[in-house]
């Protein structure tokens, strides 16, 4: 059989691999957050005095401890690394202990007498956005955090043409990303001055910045070096950099090593969540099943600090419609501060709440027009040259819409099994359904960043590479795609070219690695770096021996006839020989986009992925029970790199997407994270999990230098849609709310 | 006395958790700590040949007891388990933090039921959360190794 390939699957099956907890400093001290059991309140007074006496404990750090700023964060510097007087969230961290254990650090933490003024919590975001609402955030003016629109066309005149008018109000949960590796960073003040910082975390720059701030010191002056990540799904970028930031303050007062390593209880409290929204949207149709008109409100809860909830939001906007060609659209967006727990980046990033509702609204109005649900999406999806509610033309790329409906459809059987379904037929005791859901996405950041990355291919006097990107492993496999594209690119075998330990001091800061953007952007960059490498040897062999390399294949150079040149490690000799270095930086940089926030037009992205997924369920007619049966996902993912790694994605996205729609929910309490662990936060088990089908469907993107475009989150943004409608079918109930519970 | 993969130790805190004992006196780093209540999986470890979770055990639990631990069952020239083959060759492997536990559990499984239906794998692993893979290729994993060991 073909054998999957990772370059890190021997350490990880044998225990070797290093995460941040696994390592150990010499003289190393530990530190534990003290947080705050008011969601809102004043800070008036910490006294650490008693603490201070227990034993092992080195230290009681405070605000008034840190030398740089106190707030810092991605888009408004809301966020305290230690409250100083402000408190918004039970999440804030008031204190840390240092001890010369964990575990006296931990016993210290009841010892720590803290006086609180508190102050009325606003926890519901309507609340925060009515004009009276006392603002959370004095220096922001608003309990905004951001308001994005689309406006197009003319939604009112649409309206009265319209011959049938829907309305519909969805809701969707706070979710936990629950990566198995709770936070965790050893910081230590290097003998060059510099703060070295290891860490698990999604973006090693964006921890720079953080730690750089709160030492108020220089990027130049603090090293992140990412251990080994157990797992991310977007939501280790603040709070990982926040608990760096906070071990590196330790570090930096106490000029020692200090590791501060998260229970899964200070990280369900504490952690940000994918946002909750709630959604409105009124659709106007005609009777031949043409979409005439959206108009849509959405309001998220952003909780109690900004994170990168104007940045998941505008994706909501820009896909508020889905993957529908709508003429006339009003959508209006809004990111509000409340009380509880901040909301940020997750798997998705915006796109599985909107997905939730457009893709049971298309079905209900495809079902009160009398059409099946399949023939009106066919009608409405986006087409090759069809333009987007921003916009848009969709001419650069393939736009492959129909052809994963028609993967899905086929591979399941649909229209066979859609006549199947119990429709909550009640001489049945157990109910049958089949759903699905179809989606585009805009690939990578679009008009939310500055989207670059880099690559260095850096080859050694014997031949073989050392090889980095800006992109940065999370478990998924990001280092693996990219030894896999420079080893197809040179003509290597895979075991000559080792991915170095990256470090931000090494390459220049390639944006994070979120926004299913690693394969795209980093492996662009490789493609990028290997011509350039490629171009310095075929140079120096042609000036030294006047012959024309054609080709690098199987670790040869061959000319153009396919004869031997030479052999690349005598080619890299030549090289070096010669006083050339092959080493080569190569960059990638996307098209530019653009964006008008006011009229919310502009071409949003700079390539489209498309993916559709089914599942098969049935329902205990007596209890609601829901047994998953199989789910399967089509992707047009432009080009396989590594099939089963991308597999894995596949599977992974939809067992993510299935908790989301059956299992997983993170409601607060006067703003308290209720869930404190994994007996009360159910993501899926084994048990919970059908068998799953991935169909890689590959239209090559020009702009993408492999070809490739993403996955991890396209595979993760539909299967909760999908399971609302196979409930559908089966029980002849909508589901409004996730997570679904079944009344019967 | 405890003997954790092979060799025995007569000097420890009987009140010390195992997880911690592994982890922290031993560098057997393989035990990972992912809820610390017994519900995630990551510190499981063979003990006697069962899976067990280390992190709701004392050492007064496991005294006279025969420990594996993931570094454990690996041959000592690096040579790896046909368990922990076949992990790596079905793609089951992501961000590995579930891997040292589910491949004990796995292990354990084989060792009493060679020839698993994959809803007894499903069931075997229930214990052990995985948010990575959807446990697809790891069932995928358990059953190759299944396959291997009885053609050997």
């Known amino acids: ?744 | 006395m405890i003997t954790v993969n092979g060799f025995n130790y007569y000097d420890y805190d009987l009140e010390r958790k195992l997880s911690l004992w592994l982890r922290e006196d031993l560098s057997l780093t393989g035990t990972k700590i992912g809820c610390d209540i017994g519900v995630c999986g990551s510190c499981t470890v063979l003990i006697d040949g069962e899976p067990k979770l280390s992190c709701r055990l004392k050492l007064k639990d496991v005294e006279n007891c025969n420990i594996i631990t993931i570094e454990g069952i690996a041959l000592p020239d690096g040579t790896l388990h046909p368990v922990q083959q076949a992990f790596i060759d079905a793609g089951a492997i992501q961000c590995g933090f579930c891997t040292p536990g589910m491949v004990l559990t796995a292990y354990a499984l084989l060792n009493k039921n060679p020839h698993p239906t994959r809803q007894e794998v499903r069931l075997a692993i229930r214990g052990n959360l995985c948010r990575c893979t959807g446990y697809q290729q790891i069932i995928d994993a358990v059953m190759l190794a299944a396959d291997r060991l009885s053609s050997n």
């Open chain 1, 1 to 744: 059989m073909e054998k999957a390939f990772r370059n890190d699957a021997y350490a990880k099956v044998t225990g070797q691999a290093i995460y941040t907890d696994d390592l150990k400093l010499h003289d190393m001290l530990y530190a534990v957050p003290v947080y705050s059991e008011m969601p809102r309140a004043k800070l008036i007074s910490l006294d650490g005095s008693a603490a201070l006496k227990q034993s092992g404990v080195v230290a009681i750090i405070t605000a008034k401890d840190i030398p740089g700023n106190i707030r810092y964060g991605q888009i408004i510097k809301d966020y305290p690394v230690l409250v100083d007087e402000d408190i918004n969230s039970t999440g804030d961290v008031l204190a840390l202990i240092v001890a010369q254990t964990r575990e006296q650090a931990i016993t210290a933490v009841p010892f720590i007498k803290i006086e609180l003024q508190p102050l009325k919590p606003i926890l519901d975001p309507e609340e925060a956005m009515k004009p009276d609402a006392e603002i959370l955030h004095p220096f922001h003016c608003s309990n905004l955090t951001n308001y994005h629109r689309v406006r197009r066309g003319d939604v009112a005149t649409a309206e009265k043409e319209a011959d049938l008018i829907i309305e519909e109000e969805f809701s969707t949960s706070r979710v936990e990303h629950s990566y198995l590796e709770p936070e965790s960073a050893i910081c230590h003040l290097r003998s060059d001055g510099v703060m070295e910082v290891f860490g698990s975390m999604q973006h090693p720059f964006s921890t720079r910045r953080f730690v750089a701030s709160t030492l108020g010191v220089e990027l130049k002056d603090v090293e992140v070096k990412p251990l080994t990540c157990g797992g991310g799904f977007g939501g280790k970028d603040d709070t990982a950099a926040l608990v760096c930031a906070r071990a590196a303050l330790c570090a930096w007062i106490l000029k020692k090593p200090v590791k501060i390593t998260y229970s899964r209880e200070w990280s369900m409290r504490e952690s940000y969540k994918r946002h909750p929204y709630k959604m409105q949207y009124r659709m106007g149709l005609n009777k031949e099943g043409q979409i005439l008109s959206v108009k849509a409100r959405i309001v998220a809860d952003g909780g109690a600090y900004c994170s990168v909830t104007p940045w998941v939001t505008w994706r909501s906007t820009v896909q508020s419609c889905g993957c529908y060609e709508v003429s006339n659209v009003e959508t209006d967006v809004y990111g509000v501060y409340t009380n509880n727990v901040f909301c940020g980046a997750m798997r998705g990033f915006g796109s599985p709440q909107i997905n939730f509702a457009i893709e049971q609204l298309v079905e209900i109005a495809a079902e009160k027009l009398g059409m099946d649900e399949i023939t009106f999406r066919r009608k409405n999806i986006v087409k090759q040259g069809s333009t987007t509610i921003t916009g848009q033309v969709l001419d650069n790329h393939i736009v492959s819409l129909t052809q994963v409906l028609d993967a899905v459809l086929k591979e399941s059987d649909y229209e066979n099994k859609r006549k199947l379904c119990s429709l909550g037929n009640l001489n049945q005791k157990e109910w049958y359904g089949i759903g699905l859901a179809i989606s585009y996405r805009g690939v990578s950041l679009g008009a939310e960043g500055t989207d670059v990355n880099s690559a260095i291919l850096y080859v050694q006097p014997d031949g073989s590479v050392l090889l980095e990107t800006s992109v940065f492993e999370n478990g998924q496999g990001a280092e693996s795609a990219m030894i896999l594209i420079a080893s197809e690119q040179l003509g290597l075998p895979l075991e000559r070219i080792r991915y170095r330990m990256p470090s931000t001091s090494n390459i220049p800061d390639g944006g994070s690695t979120v926004a299913s953007r690693g394969t795209i952007m980093g492996g662009g960059a490789v493609i990028n770096a290997s011509i350039i490498l490629k171009q310095i040897i075929t140079e120096t062999i042609q000036k030294i021996t006047g012959k024309s390399v054609a080709y690098f294949k199987d670790s040869k150079l061959l000319d153009s006839s396919d004869n031997l040149i030479m052999s690349w490690d005598e080619a890299i000799k030549l090289c070096y020989d010669n006083q050339v270095y092959p080493y080569a930086f190569g960059v990638f940089q996307p098209p530019q986009i653009s964006w008008n926030e006011e009229t919310g037009q502009g071409n949003a992205y700079f390539t489209w992925v498309y993916g559709c997924q089914a599942v098969e369920l049935k329902v205990d007619s007596q209890t609601g029970a829901v047994e998953l049966l199989n789910m399967i996902a089509a992707h047009d993912i432009g080009k396989v790199i590594n099939p089963y790694a991308l597999k894995g994605q596949y599977y992974g996205g939809m067992a993510m997407g299935a908790g989301y729609a059956l299992f997983e929910n993170c409601p607060c309490e006067n703003g308290l994270v209720v869930p404190t662990n994994f007996h009360n936060y159910h993501p899926p088990r084994s048990i919970n999990l059908p068998e799953m089908k991935a169909i890689f469907i590959e239209n090559p993107d020009p702009i993408s230098p492999s070809g490739a475009k993403g996955i991890g989150e396209p595979a993760n943004e539909i299967m909760a849609p999908a399971i609302a409608n196979a409930i559908y079918h089966a029980t002849g109930k909508r589901y409004h709310s996730l997570p679904i519970r079944i009344k019967i």
